[in-house]
Nanobody, 125 residues
Framework: QVQLVESGGGLVQAGGSLRLSCAASGRTFSSYAMGWFRQAPGKEREFVTAISWSGSNTYYADSVNGRFTISRDNAKNTVYLQMNSLKPEDTAVYYC??????????????????WGQGTQVTVSS
């Protein structure tokens, strides 16, 4: 069983930066690939980024590529999302997710086994 808790959300101005953290309590955290999703009001939950268990492979949605960076520290059981050059359209609840190390799709909600409660990110214009 894996428990995930996001933190670091808040209100920032457009062009600013924010770093989200996701702390995992599972003893086998390093065995899981991790992802970040977001959900804006009235919208479907969408893929943002993912990272393999080793941290060697990362994937980004086109909408955030070049602005967001995912990383993980397995020794601290934590995954991070560094968000730069934030835009108002980045406003959403951001969710951390964990996935068992299986091959296949990595960008769908159904591809993940565990979810955090979400943290609100609001970008003002």
């Amino acid at each position: 069983q894996v428990q995930l808790v996001e933190s670091g959300g808040g209100l920032v101005q457009a062009g600013g930066s924010l770093r989200l953290s996701c702390a995992a309590s599972g003893r086998t955290f390093s065995s899981y690939a991790m992802g970040w999703f977001r959900q804006a009001p009235g919208k479907e939950r969408e893929f943002v980024t993912a990272i393999s268990w080793s941290g060697s492979n990362t994937y980004y949605a086109d909408s955030v590529n070049g602005r967001f960076t995912i990383s993980r520290d397995n020794a601290k059981n934590t995954v991070y999302l560094q968000m730069n050059s934030l835009k108002p359209e980045d406003t959403a609840v951001y969710y951390c997710a964990a996935r068992r190390p299986v091959t296949g799709s990595y960008s769908g909600v159904s591809d993940y086994d565990y979810w955090g409660q979400g943290t609100q990110v609001t970008v003002s214009s």
